[in-house]
């Protein structure tokens, strides 16, 4: 076996049965799961007007709002804001490796760092990410502890605690000396302006929270309603990626502030002094006019599905447009490159449809991307 079929045996191995176990232990996530459903076809029902509502919900608070139709503009922004010879950190944000903001803003002179374990082996690899929640699934911990000897000049050893402790003291000092911070959005919260972010290890906390400038990028799909339903998704992304309960749910409302004098909420205090919050569309709009494509955006990156494909598991997870891998990455692929290749290797299943949280038809959206690519290369024939 290769090392890509080992890491993503031992990966399904770990995480199928420990899914199973929270589902089972925990039978409220299902009733969330509904939830979330009717909060984002809500959202997407009325999208424009949710997008307008977020957007003065976040300067009502304090701090700024941009949509951006496509990745260029999103880079353009981004570029704005941080300048050149910043130092920078990075939580995990698919949207953010979507638009290319960490390779723009490394090529304009700044330092800019993946500070997740499994985006910074990525960046280390220069590798695309194999997994949406576990983007070094297919790496093994011996080829990972390879890896950081070679550029870091450390051995860490081949404990997998010992590997996440050279990764951790690598990157404190870059926390502390970060000038700005840059994250996604597991949820963003409509009438709030709020953002919502989940994490087990603590780098989005350190990344939101340490700089004095934090940009959130992400998606339109992942508006939601009001505050509470935006909870019920981190809630029900954590339990279906396996990880629950999760460490750390993370809201951000605006820069940091205080109201501990005479009860005038004030800004800054010890934390961001800015807020940046970016709307992209980048083809989910698109998407969203059409009745097949729209369930497509009801996603909310749990990664459960791929673990229960076999087409993904018999590629050893090199499936879908980075960073969208997976039965959910072939669609993806689709809403946002306008790449239907992807469908074209789907074996129909069904096993992501019957594990998918959101209830989304995967095999049907992925048929009809199928059909779309052969419409595509008839016309092109014709042409």
């Known amino acids: 076996m290769s090392d890509w079929d080992i890491a993503i045996k031992r990966g399904v191995e ?92 490394q090529s304009i002179g700044n330092e800019v760092w993946e500070t997740d374990l499994g985006e910074l082996l990525i960046q280390f690899a220069d590798e695309p990410p194999s997994h949406i929640i576990a983007p070094a699934v297919h790496m093994t ?22 590997i996440v402790r050279v990764a951790r003291e690598f ?31 603590g780098n989005i906390r350190m990344s939101s929270v340490v700089p004095p400038v934090h940009i959130s990028i992400t998606g339109v799909e992942k508006i939601l309603p009001n505050l509470e339903y935006a909870m019920y998704e981190v809630l ?33 205090a010890h934390g961001p002094k800015e807020f940046h919050l ?22 909310i990156r749990c990664g459960r599905c791929h673990f229960h494909c076999p087409v993904y598991r018999a590629l050893d997870g090199k499936w879908g447009d980075p960073p969208y891998s997976g039965p959910m990455g072939a669609m993806w692929s689709g809403v946002v490159y306008n790449d239907y290749k992807p469908a074209l290797l789907c074996s129909h299943a069904g096993n992501c449809r019957e594990v998918c949280p959101m209830k989304i038809n995967i095999p049907k959206v992925l048929e009809y991307l199928k059909s779309k690519f052969f419409m595509m290369k008839a016309g092109t024939r014709e042409g």
Not at 283 to 291: C, I, S, T, V
Request: glycine share 8%; aromatic share 6%.
């Open 236 to 268: 029900v992304q954590a339990a279906y990626a396996g990880l629950y309960p999760p460490t750390y749910i993370n809201v951000t409302s605006g820069p940091s502030s205080t109201g501990d004098v005479e009860q005038k909420r004030v800004s800054p």
């Open 171 to 201: 990157l404190r000092q870059k926390f502390l000396a970060a000038d700005i911070g840059i994250t996604g959005a597991n949820a963003v919260a409509a009438d709030a302006g709020s953002i919502v972010l989940v994490e087990n290890e």
């Open 278 to 299: 970016i709307l992209v569309d980048n083809g989910r709009r698109k998407a969203n006019e059409d009745p097949v494509l729209r369930e497509a955006l009801l996603c």
């Open 14 to 105: 770990h995480n199928v049965p420990r899914v199973f176990k929270v589902l089972r232990e925990h039978p409220y996530l299902e009733d969330l799961a509904r939830k979330v459903r009717e909060g984002k076809l809500e959202v997407l029902s009325n999208l424009d007007h949710y997008i307008d509502m977020t957007m003065k919900s976040v300067e009502r608070i304090g701090g700024k709002a941009y949509f951006v139709e496509n990745a260029e503009q999103a880079k353009e922004i981004v570029g704005k804001i941080v300048g050149s010879g910043k130092r920078v950190v990075m939580g995990k944000s698919m949207v953010a490796y979507e638009t290319g903001i960490r390779k723009y803003l």
């Open 141 to 162: 911990r011996e080829r990972i502890r390879e890896l950081i000897k070679e550029k870091l000049g450390i051995d860490p050893g081949d404990k997998h605690e010992d």
